[in-house]
C-alpha cells in the first residue's frame, strides 16, 4: 500500500509538471504570466490533483470506467476548459497592446557638443564629429554602437566621451 502512495505522488508532480507545459505551450506562455498566480496555483493544481484521483478511483474499482472516475474525468476536464478560458481572457483584455500606440512614443537624443547628425538614405545612424563635411562620402562618418557610444577610428576614447556628455 505504501508504494502506491509513493506512486501517485509521483503521479502528481509528473502531472503538475505536464499540465503547466502543456497550458503554456496551447494557451501561450505570454499569457499564462498574465494570468495571476493563485488562479493559476488553483487550475494547474487542482487539474493534477483530479487526475490523480481518477487514476486512484479507477484502480480503487473492479471496472476501471466506474461512476467515481468518469466523475473525476469530469472534474479534471472542467479544469482544463477553466484554464483555457483564462487564456482566452488574457488574451482579450490583458495582453499589452504596444502596437497601438508606437506613433505616439518620441525618443529624444541629446548630442554632446560639437557632435552633428547626417541622416543619409541605407545609413542606420551615420555620426560625424567636429567641422567634418557630411558630402565627404563618409571620410570622417563614425557609426555609433548599440550604446550609442560613438565607434570606428577617430572615435573619441569611452572617458573623453563620458566627459563631454
Known sequence: MHLIRLAY????????????VLWSEVGGQGHLDLIPWYLRFVLGVG????????????VS??????????AWAGVLLLLLVGCGLASYYVHLYDEDTDDEDDDENVAMIVA?????RVFESGDPMPV?????????N????????????????????AAAYHETV
Open 9 to 20: 505522488a509521483a503521479q502528481f508532480l509528473l502531472a503538475v509538471i505536464a499540465i503547466f
Open 47 to 58: 487539474a493534477a490533483l483530479a487526475f490523480v484521483l481518477a487514476t486512484a478511483s479507477a
Open 61 to 70: 474499482r473492479e471496472r476501471a470506467w466506474n461512476g467515481r472516475t468518469l
Open 112 to 116: 554632446p557638443p560639437g557632435l552633428t
Open 128 to 136: 560625424v564629429f567636429g567641422d567634418a563635411d557630411p558630402a565627404s
Open 138 to 157: 563618409g571620410s570622417a562618418r563614425l557609426y555609433t554602437n548599440s550604446y550609442g557610444r560613438p565607434r570606428g577610428p577617430g572615435a573619441p576614447k
